[in-house]
Structures are given as structure tokens and as C-alpha cells.
């Protein structure tokens, strides 16, 4: 763990009752949340958040300047030093709106960082025969296209990683998922975060 610290988690062999092995998904929870995991992936979720607002303001700023630029071109009168300046306005705006959506890239690049984490870091405290049956629900619910969510309901594109995705993933059994995954995921959630 971060700072030299260090705990201990008994892996997880299926072996036991539901209470052994809810103890084990809250003690993986709550040393996920120690690692602050959840902290880091909500700092990169609001980190793209405020890129797109940036990347929104650029594109506005941008078509405002074009505007501008288009008008003061149409104007018989303007001096070729007032072309000139709204000319390097846009190209201001135009790099700002380049600069912005690096900055949504990068964000983004930081949450599939900060997403995987917790995944890793609960299946790595699992046997060998549980990472296989931990593999599927992973697969089921995050890269399966089309898919159905935990009530059913059919969708295009894949689930893709998540704290709630992550939540029904510890609880899922092994050849579906079920609504009662969802309110055990739900109460996890609470507990967790």
C-alpha cells in the first residue's frame, strides 16, 4: 500500500458461507477505498468534465471569432490591419479548441487508468478458479456488445468499467446476473463510497 503500509486480505476460494463471502468482497471494498481508488476515479471523471466544458467554451469562442472574421471580410471599409487581427483570432481560437481537446484526451486517458484499478486489485485477491468465473462477469457486463443490463434491458454498445459496473461485478454469480445482484450492488455502493 501506499506510505510502507501493509494488510492483508485472505484470497478467495469459493470456499465457505454468503457471510465469508461478503466479508471478503468489504474487506477488498473497503481497502479499495483506503487506496483511495474511488477518489482517483472521480477526480478523473470530473477532470473530463471540465475538459469538455473547456473544449464547449473553445468551440463557442472559435464560431464567435469565424463570425467576426466572416463579417469584418464582407465590410467594404476594414484596413488590412483589422483583417489581420481577427485573422490571428481565429487561429487564437482555432488552437484553443486543439488545446482543449488534447486536454479531454489526456482526462480520459487518466479515468481507464483509474477504472481498471479496483478491478485488478479485487481480482488479484482471488484463487485461480474464481478469476476465471470473476473473467466471465467481467466480460458479460464491461465488453459484451450487445448486452442486457442487470434489469434486462438490451443494449448496443458495451457496459464498459465503472463503480457500479465494478459493484455488480464482485456479487454477479457466475452464469448471470440477476436483480438482486443490483441491490446487493447498490447496498455495496453505499458501503463503499
Avoid at 467594404?76 to 479531454?104: N, Y
Avoid at 464482485?170 to 445482484?181: N, R, S, Y
Wanted: proline share 2%; charged share 30%; aromatic share 6%.
Amino acid at each position: 500500500m501506499p506510505g510502507g503500509n501493509k494488510t492483508t486480505i485472505k484470497v478467495w476460494d469459493s470456499h465457505g458461507n454468503n457471510e465469508s463471502s461478503i466479508d471478503f468482497m468489504m474487506q477488498s471494498g473497503a481497502l479499495i477505498k483506503r487506496l483511495n481508488y474511488w477518489d482517483d476515479l472521480d477526480k478523473a471523471e470530473e477532470a473530463i468534465k471540465e475538459a469538455k466544458e473547456s473544449v464547449k467554451k473553445a468551440r463557442d469562442a472559435l464560431q464567435s471569432a469565424t463570425a467576426k472574421d466572416t463579417k469584418l471580410k464582407k465590410t467594404q471599409g476594414a484596413t488590412e490591419s483589422q483583417l489581420k487581427s481577427s485573422a490571428e483570432r481565429v487561429m487564437k481560437a482555432s488552437a484553443d479548441v486543439k488545446k482543449a481537446t488534447t486536454l479531454v484526451e489526456a482526462a480520459e486517458e487518466e479515468r481507464a487508468l483509474a477504472v481498471e484499478k479496483p478491478f485488478e486489485f479485487y481480482g488479484s485477491n482471488l484463487s485461480q478458479s474464481d478469476k476465471a468465473h470473476w473473467e466471465k462477469i467481467m466480460k458479460q457486463l464491461t465488453l459484451d456488445a450487445p448486452h442486457k443490463d442487470i434489469c434486462g434491458k438490451k443494449h448496443k454498445e458495451a457496459g464498459g468499467k465503472s463503480k457500479c459496473i465494478f459493484l455488480l461485478c464482485t456479487d454477479a454469480p457466475a452464469d448471470k446476473v440477476c436483480i438482486q445482484c443490483c441491490r446487493v450492488a447498490e447496498t455495496l455502493c453505499t458501503l463503499w463510497t
